[in-house]
């Protein structure tokens, strides 16, 4: 299934749509009494999975403005950088990469930080440039787990359980601050830093190890890879960040970006305002935002 977080009739919803995202349907006409968020959704999903099911032609979605699918998570996006191989490699002969070992080109462990909870905008938001704070906006597209069923300690063979589903996220970074303070949190946190989107895809429908992830700048292709190419894959991630940390439904992962990234240039190729980045994962949709 596939679920959308938008705004139809002036008022927001949580609501099925269509494969293609053509037409949706509000989840209060499916399951009288649900009100909540998309983390209510998630903590609930076996107990109403049975009622959804489209009645109908459903409503046209062009008409409604797409939110980000968890637009106000309970905490903090859990990150993972340097899990392409040549992502690893382009970031650590770029000189911004404060983290790596001398010589170290890949990292022998995940490597796991946090963007801020509010960093979160929705498909079609202006990403701020946040000019007088930061002159060196760069863009990564990402596949983006969410956590379904809590837990700590999970085994990597059974990590997969805890998953409810699937979106994209764009890990927005503001590489001047992200090498001045050397841990990466600032540079990462700017209001407007994670656009989020267009669905939360169930991880039923979509084989994660095996997705096309793509990025254009202004209409040129810039990253072009596949989720199989990851250092290290999803449950091992899953496995290495519940260590000790309780993951509780609606938890975001972000897995990480491949190579092509702006500092991956020479010289890089920053963003600035006016320019418009599309992502695109295959099975979830298109994410784009402009930088304003």
Request: charged share 20%; with cysteine; hydrophobic share 40%.
């Amino acid at each position: 299934m596939k679920f959308a977080h938008l705004i139809a009739d002036g008022k927001p919803a949580i609501v099925l749509v269509d494969a293609d995202m053509r037409h949706y349907w509000p989840l209060a006409d499916l399951v009288p009494g649900f009100s909540g968020d998309m983390i209510q959704l998630v903590q609930d999903f076996g107990k109403f999975r049975s009622s959804l099911v489209p009645r109908g032609t459903g409503r046209p979605l062009a008409g409604a403005r797409l939110l980000a699918p968890i637009d106000r998570p309970r905490r903090n996006i859990f990150c993972v950088g340097k899990n392409y191989f040549e992502h690893a490699a382009e970031f650590s002969k770029s000189g911004f990469d404060s983290s790596a070992k001398e010589g170290e080109h890949a990292p022998e462990a995940p490597v796991v930080f946090t963007k801020a909870y509010n960093t979160v905008i929705g498909p079609g938001a202006a990403i701020p440039s946040h000019e007088g704070v930061t002159s060196q906006l760069d863009y990564e597209a990402e596949l983006a787990v969410v956590i379904g069923k809590p837990g700590r300690n999970i085994p990597r063979e059974r990590a997969l359980e805890h998953v409810f589903g699937y979106t994209i996220v764009n890990d927005f970074t503001a590489r001047d601050l992200q090498k001045l303070h050397r841990q990466w949190f600032l540079g990462k946190s700017l209001d407007g830093f994670c656009p989020m989107g267009p669905a939360l895809v169930t991880a039923d429908e979509l084989d994660a190890a095996n997705l096309d992830i793509r990025c254009w700048v202004n209409g040129e292709l810039r990253q072009n890879a596949n989720t199989r190419q990851l250092i290290f894959d999803i449950p091992t991630l899953i496995a290495t960040i519940s260590a000790g940390i309780t993951l509780e439904p609606g938890d975001v992962i972000a897995t990480g970006t491949p190579a092509g990234v702006g500092i991956g240039f020479n010289p890089p190729r920053f963003v600035k305002r006016g320019d418009v980045i599309r992502i695109e994962v295959q099975g979830i949709g298109v994410l784009e935002n402009a930088v304003d």
